[in-house]
């Protein structure tokens, strides 16, 4: 079944602690992209990609880095965790075809670093 | 800079009464605005975008540029219609990135 998958849920870790966060669609995408979204504000897009070995900074500044080695994974990493990157993290894919294409949400991971 | 703004956090009405969600945006081109809507327990999802002019689930919402507006609006609102709701623009040309306003919660009380 087409769907955009997001490991894990939720995530409780330490300070300095490395940590990576999946994301998988088998949407047939070819764009991905990765938002963060504190509680209770909106949504900002921190990377995104157009495709494989193709990944750019979004808005937000972020810490974390992104890769784009296979169509259909990304995958956001922090090398050294810190309290303020607790967060929830949306990962979203759209379609390749001219004009907009309809994001696609994954059910997110919910992170927290004490 | 891109911004949305939407003006309101809360928004609680009764079965049967009207509703608007309001939104409004700062961008110097000609933007594509969005209405994205996330039910309780489930994903962020698109409900209408402007250049559909399409009815959704009994949602309307025109793009008013003198305005720099895009309120939602439904005449009568269910209960299933509670939700946290997202107005996003997209800048033109081919950037597929989405600005976000903060989302505003509706609660439709029987």
């Known amino acids: 079944e087409a769907d955009i998958y997001q490991t894990p849920r939720y995530l409780v870790i330490g300070t300095g602690k490395k940590i990576t966060l999946e994301c998988s669609q088998t949407m047939g995408h070819d764009k991905m992209y990765w938002y963060q979204q504190d509680p209770g504000m909106e949504l900002h897009l921190i990377h995104y990609s157009y495709g494989v070995n193709s990944t750019e900074k979004g808005d937000l500044s972020s810490e974390s880095t992104v890769s784009r080695i296979r169509t259909e994974h990304f995958p956001l990493t922090l090398e050294s965790a810190r309290p303020s990157h607790t967060s929830q993290y949306l990962c979203?894919?759209?379609?390749?075809?001219?004009?907009?294409?309809?994001?696609?949400f994954g059910p997110g991971t919910r992170l927290t670093v004490l | 800079a891109q911004r949305v703004t939407q003006p309101e956090k809360l928004l609680s009405v009764f079965k049967g009464a009207p509703v608007e969600l309001k939104c409004n945006y700062s961008y110097s081109g000609s933007p594509e605005l969005f209405w994205y809507v996330q039910y309780s327990r489930q994903r962020l999802q698109l409900l209408l975008r402007h250049i559909s002019r399409e009815s959704i689930k009994g949602f309307t919402a025109d793009l008013n540029k003198g305005e720099t507006s895009f309120h939602l609006k439904k005449p009568f609102a269910q209960e299933e219609d509670s939700a946290m709701y997202y107005c996003a623009l997209k800048a033109q040309g081919g950037s597929e990135k989405l600005v976000f306003g903060k989302g505003m919660k509706l609660t439709v009380n029987p």
């Open positions: 979203a894919s759209s379609d390749r075809d001219f004009g907009y294409n309809e994001q696609f």
